[in-house]
C-alpha cells in the first residue's frame, strides 16, 4: 500500500464537561483475546538432529487434518518447560528440550455481522520462525521470536462458518545463548476493523513542549483505506487524564480535522498538535498518564477509535550532568533480565512479571534493559504504571553470529522490518527512554551497520536516543561510539578513563550497559573467602554452588563495589545496568557444562576444562543461572541488601550475613558483613562488641574478618551522620520443627491466568527461618484452585517445575497457584513434611 503524507495545523479547543464522549462501542474495531481453545503438537530433535519423536507429517495445515488426538491448551505456552531437564541437553539452553518443532491449530467462527470488515491476527511473540496458514491457505511467517507482528486473515476467513488457524513453529533451526522457550509464549489477538481504519501501531504521541500551565501533545495518525474509490474523511482526537485506575474520565482536551480525502488502498498521515491545560507529569516516583482517543470518521460514521496511552515527561541526556528526567538528575539504577519467568518459563504471565517488578522497586531499582530483545508488551505497560524507565533492545547479534544458528542468518532480510516493528509498538510508552540496537555485537568493528539501525529507529522516532552495548574496550575512542547518540559499556572498568580523557566524547552521554555480573547462590557460604578470583571461591567436590559474599565474578566482570568506584570516580556517567535482575534459565556461568560443543582453545573450552577438573566430574547439573540479585524463585539473595543501600540511601536499613548456624565452625574465623544505607556501624557477638567500622572513599560494605564463630546472637547497630539509623538481627536457630506458609496477595481473579506467589519456609520453634535445610516438601489444595509450577531457586535442582513436592532450598520453596476458570468462593494450599508441623494459607477467589 503506498504511502503519502498530510501534515496540517488545525484550531484547537480545551474541551468542557459537556463535551460528548464517543464510546468505544461506537467503533467497529474490537480487539479480543484468541489465547483460549488451542490444539497443539510438538517433534522434538536430539543434538544430532535425528527426530527422536514420530517423524513430522506433511501438510499439518489443512483444514482436513485430524487434530483431535492432540493436546488441547490456551496461551500463552511455552512447550519446553515442563522437560524433563536432561543432562543431554545444553547447559546454556536450561538442560530443557526447546529444540524442535510445534504445530498449534485453533478453529474458530467468524460470525456474518463481520462480513466486510478487516479481520487481523496479533502475535506477541512467537518462538521461533513462525509461519501461518488460514483454512490451508498461506498467510505469512516471521522468523525472529521476540517480534510483535500482525497478519492479515481477510482474503482467507469464511464468516458463519468454521475457520483453521495453523501455526507452525521451529526452533530446530534457531539457536541461544539462553533459554528462549518456545512456542506461542506470549498472547495472541484477534483484531476486527473497518475498511477504513488505523494502522497497526500507527498512532505516534510526541510531546515536543512541556510547561507547568500547558503541554503540547504531537500527533501522528497513519489511516489506511482498503477501499478502491477516494474517501473524505474526519479525523478527531480526544485526550484524556487516567485515574488511580488507569482509566479515563472526561476529556481534557480535543482537536478536530476536517474533509480530508484518503485516495483508493492507500495510507495517508495526519498530524495533530494539541494543548494540554496544566499537564501532570509522568515519573518515576509518580507514573502519571494520559490517553488519546484517535477517531475516524466517513460522514456521521465511526469508521474508527483506536486508543493509546502516552504521558508527559522530559528526558535529557547529558556528558557532564547525567541523565534528567523533568529536569531532575536521576541516576540510572537498573537491571539487566532476561525474557523467562523462572518456572513459568517464557510464557509471559502479567502477574508474574508485576511481582518481579514490586521485587526490584523494593531494591530501589528504577530502570530495566530487556536483553537482548523487545520485551513482551504487557511489560513495557507495567513499566509505565509502576515507575519504570525500560531501555527496549533488539538484537543480540548483527549480520555476524555468536551461534551457527544465529540471527545473523536473517539480519539483511529482517533487521529492519523487526527493528520498526519494535519501535512502531513501544514509541508512546512514557517509560520507554532509549532505543538499543545490540548487545556486544561483533560488528562493532563495523560503525556502518550502526549507522543504518539509528536512522531505522530515527525514521519512526526521533524523540529517543540509540544505545548499543558495547563489549569491545576501544569501542568507546575507536570512533565506533560516534555512532551512537549515547555510549553504553559492558563492564571494561579499565576504559573508563580512556573514554572520558578522549575530547571526542567530551559531548558523549555514558553509562554502564552492562556491569558486575557477581554470581551466587541464595544462602551458601564457603571458606576461606577470596576476593574476586571465581576458581578459588568455588566449592568444589561437585557442590554446583557459589558463596553469597559477593565477591564471585567472571574474568571479564566485576563486584557490585568495583562497578560503583568507578561511577562515583567519574559522576557525569548516568548509571549502571547490572547483570541481572533475577536469575535466569540456562547460561549457568561459571558451570557451563561439558566440553561438547565448545571450541578447543577458547576462554570458555579452558574455564570449562578447569572447572570440570576441579570439580572431579564429567556431566554438570546447572541448568540456571548465579547471576541474579534474586534466585530463579524471585526469592532475594544477599545482593538485594547491598543494592538496596546503594539505590535507597534515604531508607534506614542494616543487613547481615552470612546465616549464623554453623556448628562445625566453632571455634574457627567466620567473617561477617554489614550492607547497609547508614555509614558505620557496631557489630555485637551475644552482647559483646567487636567494634565499630565506618565506611571509607570508595567502601560500600563492612566488614569484620576475624569473627570467632559462637552460636548465639549477631547484632549490628548502623549510625548515619552519627546518629542511630537502623540495626538487624541474625540468630542461631533451633532444630527445624514447623513449616509456615504466605501468600503474596490475599485473593485472586477467576479467570484462571491471576496467579498468586505462595512462600513456603522452614522455622524453628520461635519462628525464624532455619538456612541449610532440604526437606521434602508435599503440596496440595482444597477447593477450586491448582498449582501452577513450584521452584526452590536451586541452579542445579532436576525436580520438575510442575512437581507438586519439592526440596527445599535452605529453608525456602515457592508455590504458584491459579484459581480454576470460572469458580468462586475460595481454596485453601497446604505444605507438608515429615517431622514438621504442617502449615496452610487460604486464598480468596474474586470476580
Sequence with gaps: MKRTIISAFFMFMITVCTTTVLTAQESPRSRESFNQGWKFVKYFYSSDETVTKDKEPQDLQLPSVNDNSWRSLDLPHDWAIEGPFSDTLENNTGLLPWKGIGWYRK??????????????????????????????????????????????????????????????????????????????????????????????????????????????????????????????????????????????????????????????????????????????????????????????????????????????????????????????????????????????????????????????????????????????????DLCDKMGFLIMVEAFDCWRIGKKPKDYNLIFNAWHEEDLKAMVRRDRNHPSVFMWSIGNEVPDQVHPYLATALNAIVKSEDNTRPVTSACDHGNSGTDGFQKTLDIFGINYNLQNYQRFFALKDNENLPFYSSESASTVSSRGEYFFPIVQGDLDNNLPGKGIFQITSYDVAYPAWASTPDQQWTMLDKFPAAMGEFVWTGFDYIGEPTPYYGDLTGLKPGSREYKETAKMLENEGVKEVPSRSSYFGIMDLAGFKKDRFFLYQSRWRPELPMAHILPHWNWPERKGLVTPVYVYTSGDEAELFLNGKSLGRKKKGEFEYRLKWNDVVYQPGELKVIAYKNGVKWAEDVMRTTEKASRLSVSADRPAVNADGIDLVFITVRIEDENKLLVPRTSNQLNFSIEGPGRIVATDNGDATSHESFQAKSKKAYNGLCLVIVAAKQGATGSFTVKADSKGLKAAAVKVDISN
Design 107 to 380: 478453529h474458530f467462527t467468524i460470525s456474518d455481522n463481520d462480513k466486510g470488515k478487516r479481520i487481523y491476527v496479533d502475535f506477541d511473540g512467537a518462538m521461533a520462525n513462525a509461519k501461518v496458514w488460514l483454512n490451508g491457505s498461506y498467510v505469512g511467517e516471521w522468523p525472529y521470536g521476540y517480534t510483535s507482528f500482525r497478519l492479515d486473515l481477510t482474503p482467507y476467513i469464511i464468516t458463519g462458518k468454521e475457520n483453521i488457524i495453523a501455526v507452525r513453529l521451529d526452533t530446530k533451526n534457531w539457536d541461544s545463548r539462553w533459554y528462549p522457550g518456545a512456542g506461542l509464549y506470549r498472547n495472541v489477538w484477534l483484531v476486527k476493523t473497518s475498511q477504513l481504519h488505523i494502522s497497526n501501531n500507527g498512532v505516534f504521541c510526541s510531546t515536543p513542549e512541556i510547561k507547568k500551565e500547558r503541554g503540547m501533545l504531537s500527533v501522528q495518525a497513519e489511516v489506511e483505506s482498503h477501499l478502491n474509490e477516494p474517501m473524505p474523511v474526519s479525523v478527531k482526537a480526544l485526550v484524556y487524564k487516567l485515574n488511580d485506575k488507569f482509566e479515563p474520565s472526561t476529556p481534557v482536551a480535543e482537536s478536530v480535522i476536517d474533509s480530508a480525502t484518503i485516495e483508493g488502498m492507500k495510507s495517508h498521515y495526519f498530524r495533530f498538535d494539541i494543548p494540554v491545560k496544566d499537564p501532570v507529569l509522568w515519573d518515576i516516583a509518580n507514573p502519571e498518564l494520559y490517553s488519546v482517543a484517535v477517531i475516524v470518521m466517513q460522514g456521521k460514521t465511526i469508521t474508527d477509535r483506536y486508543e493509546t496511552n502516552f504521558g508527559f515527561r522530559t528526558i535529557n541526556f547529558t556528558a557532564h550532568n547525567g541523565f534528567l528526567l523533568n529536569g531532575r538528575r536521576v541516576p540510572i539504577n537498573g537491571v539487566c533480565n532476561h525474557h523467562d519467568l523462572g518456572a513459568l518459563g517464557a510464557a509471559f504471565n502479567t502477574c508474574a512479571a508485576t511481582r518481579q517488578l514490586e521485587i526490584l522497586k523494593e531494591m530501589g531499582c528504577n530502570a530495566i534493559r530487556t536483553s537482548h530483545n523487545p520485551p513482551a508488551p504487557e511489560l513495557v
